[in-house]
């Protein structure tokens, strides 16, 4: 794996292509439907087949670049394939995690946007499907008018301008004062061409690809007060969702979900509004992930909600269906903090960049840019003779390479730490286990089966109790198997267990308040059979989130 570049989509399918091939028993490489424009949206489905198949083993789902210029998710994801099937059988937990437990990984959602970003090197938040309107609009439509192969900014020389240059640093412009005259003023655009100009108004065009993937779940849009412009015409309108949607649809194993994004340095978990409910018992193991997850990745956990910088509900996104509708424990990541990256003091929450900010802040972030990036963040004004503005200067941040996405050269030590948090929360879902099959003859011909089954794992059987809420937990089915001429004289041959907990409930100390006494993650039921001595007698106990255990006995 290189991180010199970023991958396009035919050598993102190379890479993984040849891994599956490489580690037949532990990686298959599948395609969950085709993006927009026709490209196959690979998943890696990661387990030890050896030790069962991947359905009957707890799941966890890993999405990345949903959002087209985000593309350090993709990286974060191949770097967790890559750890996996380096580590088996070389690594204790690594090993075990793939021998116990399925890991499902959708490196590149979205490789339309990806191929946009790449072949046009400007932003693209998401789908490239034109949306709302058919086509481009009158105004200015960013792009790389120099052929330089970055999307910078114009600055202008206005009169009227609300900008000036910084005292100390006239590179970086600063507002205007409220009632300041007389002095060189500026207008900042993104470099780009206008269409349909008229000589005198520069508007900004909306994007052609105004689509977010990422609000195209089927959340809460009949809550909101108007359908959000940016979701799509309808809930899971479009194949790339309708894809992701339908995997998770089809393995009822899943307890956990990461989505991989850029930028920000933080993991965002539920809730998203405050008055969005959540059962306390999955707060304390949102907690313990964000924990874990700040002391590996030195990112802030936080909720969405808390988040937000404007008052008002945030309606959509796939926190409200991952964990809102699947029950699964969700988070999204940020991955990439620029501003940490240049020492700015208290830079998180991210959303204070997008209002205020001090001026002390911005200067910090260029010298970061002279002295670390060479210059290639902050990029120097430089004169161009625009098409349509004529003399401008274009320069300023480099959004794509140095805000969106770390410099290539930092690229794996900043996903490296997320690989490890995922490995650590999957080693946490349920497992199933049977702990003991045991027969007695209580008279000739007539024997007691005894089974104990056992969750092994640290979470609940039905994960979180949201899921169990919703009644898209499942719960524990055991089937009994009994060769010819047995007869089953009491129990059922299929019965309902209901859940096992796990030692999630478990407190710091087991001080009186700080445990739950009893065996809530132990069951056991029983059966009365006639049959001869040395018949075999078949178990198999599944949930389907916790997994599947079997054994056989001879009587």
């Not at 292509?17 to 298959?28: K, V, Y």
């Not at 699947?326 to 999204?332: E, K, T, V």
């Given at each position: 794996m290189s991180y010199d570049r970023f991958y396009d989509y035919e050598s993102l399918s190379?890479?993984?292509?040849?891994?599956?091939?490489?580690?037949?028993?532990?990686?298959?490489?599948?395609?969950i439907g085709r993006s927009w424009e026709g490209r196959d949206i690979w998943l890696m489905t990661l387990t030890n087949t050896a030790t069962?198949?991947?359905s009957d083993k707890p799941g966890f789902l890993v999405e990345a670049n949903i959002h087209a210029a985000e593309i350090t998710g993709s990286f974060a994801a191949l770097h967790l394939i890559h750890r996996l099937l380096s580590g088996y059988g070389q690594d204790e937990r690594v090993t075990r995690l793939l021998d116990t437990r399925t890991l499902y990984v959708v490196p590149r959602l979205n490789p339309d946007g990806v191929e946009k970003v790449l072949g046009e090197c400007r932003y693209v938040r998401s789908s490239v499907r034109p949306h709302p309107q058919p086509g481009r609009k009158p105004g200015l439509h960013g792009c790389d008018v120099d052929g330089d192969g970055r999307v910078l900014f114009m600055r202008v020389p206005d009169p009227d301008g609300p900008w000036k240059a910084h005292p100390d640093e006239p590179r970086l412009l600063v507002r205007r004062e409220p009632d300041e005259e007389g002095g060189?003023?500026?207008?900042?655009?993104?470099?780009?061409?206008?269409?349909?100009?008229?000589?005198?108004?520069?508007?900004v065009a909306d994007p052609v690809e105004g689509l977010d993937l990422g609000q195209n779940l089927p959340a809460d849009w009949g809550a909101a007060p108007e359908t959000p412009v940016h979701a799509g015409p309808y809930p899971g309108s479009e194949p790339e969702i309708q894809a992701i949607m339908?995997?998770?649809?089809?393995?009822?194993?899943?307890?956990?979900?990461?989505?991989?994004?850029?930028f920000g340095g933080?993991?965002?978990r539920p809730p998203m509004n405050d008055d969005e409910p959540m059962p306390y018992a999955d707060l304390r193991v949102y907690q313990e992930y964000g924990e874990k997850a700040e002391r590996l990745t030195g990112y802030t956990a936080m909720s969405f909600h808390d988040l937000k910088f404007r008052p008002g509900r945030f309606y959509g996104g796939q926190l409200g269906w991952w964990y809102g509708q699947?029950?699964?424990?969700?988070?999204?990541t940020e991955l990439w903090s620029p501003m940490k990256a240049a020492g700015v003091q208290g830079a998180h929450p991210p959303s204070v960049w997008l209002g205020d900010h001090p001026a002390e802040d911005a200067l910090t972030m260029i010298r970061w840019s002279d002295e670390e990036l060479g210059g290639k963040g902050f990029?120097?004004?430089?004169p161009f003779d625009h098409p349509q503005l004529g003399p401008v200067e274009l320069g300023g941040w480099d959004k794509i390479n140095y805000w969106y996405n770390p410099p290539l050269d930092r690229v794996e030590a900043e996903v490296a730490p997320h690989s490890e948090w995922i490995v650590f929360m999957a080693l946490t879902s349920p497992r199933l286990e049977i702990r003991s099959l045991s027969s007695e003859q209580v008279s000739p011909g007539v024997h007691r089966v005894q089974l104990v089954l056992r969750n092994a794992g640290w979470l609940p059987t039905y994960g979180s109790k949201l899921a169990l809420e919703r009644k898209v937990a499942g719960s524990i089915a055991v089937d009994l198997?009994?060769?010819?001429?047995?007869?089953?004289?009491?129990?059922?041959?299929?019965?309902?267990?209901?859940?096992?907990?796990?030692?999630?409930?478990?407190?710091?100390?087991?001080?009186?308040?700080?445990?739950?006494?009893?065996?809530?993650?132990?069951?056991?039921?029983?059966?009365?059979?006639?049959?001869?001595?040395?018949t075999p007698v078949a178990v198999r106990a599944h949930h389907p989130k916790a997994g599947a255990a079997q054994a056989t006995l001879t009587l």
């Open positions: 190379e890479l993984l292509r040849s891994w599956a091939e490489d580690a037949p028993g532990l990686a298959e490489l599948s395609s069962g198949p991947h060189l003023y500026y207008r900042i655009f993104l470099e780009g061409e206008i269409e349909g100009y008229d000589g005198v108004t520069v508007p339908r995997a998770a649809a089809e393995r009822p194993n899943l307890v956990h979900f990461v989505t991989c994004h850029t933080v993991h965002l699947r029950g699964l424990f969700s988070w999204i990029v120097d004004w430089y198997t009994l060769p010819e001429g047995a007869r089953l004289l009491s129990g059922q041959p299929s019965t309902d267990l209901g859940q096992l907990e796990g030692r999630s409930e478990a407190r710091t100390t087991t001080t009186w308040w700080g445990h739950e006494p009893g065996t809530p993650d132990l069951a056991v039921t029983e059966w009365t059979i006639a049959a001869p001595e040395g």
